[in-house]
């Protein structure tokens, strides 16, 4: 109803948030919920995947800005992936490809969280 | 700002008011983008606007009447048919702020530095061909932003 | 008509100035579907009201303006929340007519004859709770549509 | 672009409209001047098959009262398919099913026009 959709999947010590909808002003707590949940988990291993979002702004960009220090601090990442071209020109515009590691497909970020151990 | 009721054969007007909460930018982009289409931008350019006019909003709801629902967003578009433009002007009358001092932030330091918010201007000046903040007497707080409709090939 | 830009707690209020173009009456249906649900109605609901505003929005570019496209439609939508009610007025400052010689087709007698036309009233009294036509000095024009939130179950 | 759409099939002495989009007072004109198409081709025996279509309003109506009489004066007919409960719904306020044979598909709709000859 709210037009926006968090799915969880847990994958070892790695947490995939399926994104689905609009993130903006109005949905952004949404996923900050989401987000709070595994950090007080001890999830710091995330990914999110962008497959069905539609549609991001600077609120949903903040989401992350907001947890990244806390996450990379305790080890973990936030790592993005399957994003369409429409939403990867808004992160790219901002430079947070830079910040952010992005990959093409889950199976892709969830190898690199295994290599890194 | 009011927008006559006559139009020139030169122009189109499209005028929104609606109430000042985040739950209705939906309605809004999906206004904004519609107009757009309609009147000739493509699909990417489109979105674009979309964007841009989603960020003065947020802004308006944030921190013009900082939550305050009961206030109302004031969007009026303007297409301008020889000049082939599409002008939005976000009007609040809410606490106003000092665009002298609203610049792109350094987004390398921001990067560093990791900041919550601030994005909003940038992604509005990276998103349209011009952005223009006013401060009128009454007061009215007012952000037009520009796109022009024949530079689909430009870079921004 | 001008709505006032204080809100009370109990009112919502939207506005939409559009050009009295039959392109435009995409964007105006999709608005007020919108507004619609976000409200409250179902879909069900939604659609019967977004029917109804484009009967009268059609009046309005064929009738009030004659197909002069740089006339301006004026949708003012209030949802009342006590009353749980949306109402929707329709305004044109066109050639006007009387409505007290609008009353419904008996539609027997349409169908037999087979005419083409005037089912847009009839149309609207069905789909709508309430409809109200008014001429008031300027010349203005209004029509007000009136939908009940909580009837759901009602036939109509 | 316009937002309405009408794909023209003839199967013997039948045309099939299949219509798409939304049918209100812009589009109205486009599915009156394919029909206009077929009465200038002494085609009279007319089934239009509404599956896509996703709206109607009283303009789009209109055009079938416009032509209903000319095509049955020609020993033609108008025969309605394949309507979403919505699309019926409209017809149905109006009383319209007493006056178009509306039927589930086109298969319908083309037998019925055989059975008549
Ligand atoms: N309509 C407005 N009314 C009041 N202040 C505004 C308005 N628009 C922008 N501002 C000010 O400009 C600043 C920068 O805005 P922005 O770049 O969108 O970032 P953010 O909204 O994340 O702070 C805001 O923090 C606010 O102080
Ligand atoms: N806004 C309006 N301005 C002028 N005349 C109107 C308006 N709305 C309705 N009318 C008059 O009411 C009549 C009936 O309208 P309607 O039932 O929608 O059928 P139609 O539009 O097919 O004639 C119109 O023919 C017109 O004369």
Do not use: W
């Amino acid at each position: 109803m709210n037009g926006f959709e968090v799915m969880r999947v847990d994958n070892g010590e790695v947490s995939v948030l399926r994104i689905k909808g609009f993130l903006d002003a109005h949905t952004a707590s949404d996923l900050e919920r989401e987000i709070q949940r595994l950090l007080d988990q001890k999830r710091f291993k995330i990914v999110v995947n962008f497959r069905e979002l539609n549609y991001i702004s600077s609120a949903g960009l903040g989401v992350f800005m907001g947890f990244i220090e806390e996450v990379r601090g305790n080890k973990g990442d936030i790592k993005l992936t399957n994003m369409t071209p429409k939403i990867f020109r808004v992160f790219d515009l901002l430079g947070f490809p830079t910040l952010y590691e992005i990959r093409d497909d889950e199976q892709q970020a969830l190898q690199s969280f295994n290599n890194q151990k | 700002m009011k927008l006559a009721v006559k139009n020139q054969r030169t122009k189109k007007k499209f005028h929104l008011r609606i109430p000042s909460q985040t739950e209705y930018l939906e309605i809004i982009r999906e206004f904004v983008s519609r107009v757009a289409r309609k009147v000739g931008f493509k699909e990417d350019d489109a979105s674009k606007i979309e964007l841009a006019v989603d960020e003065a909003c947020t802004n308006v709801i944030e921190h013009a009447y900082g939550g305050d629902g009961k206030k109302m967003i004031d969007i009026a578009i303007q297409v301008d048919y020889p000049g082939q433009k599409m002008s939005i002007i976000i009007t609040d009358q809410g606490r106003g702020f000092d665009p002298s001092k609203l610049r792109a932030p350094d987004m390398k330091k921001y990067l560093q530095e990791m900041r919550v918010g601030g994005l909003g201007v940038y992604l509005m000046q990276s998103l349209m061909d011009e952005i223009n903040f006013e401060v009128k007497p009454g007061p009215k707080n007012q952000v037009k932003l520009v796109k022009y409709l024949m530079n689909n090939q430009r870079q921004k």
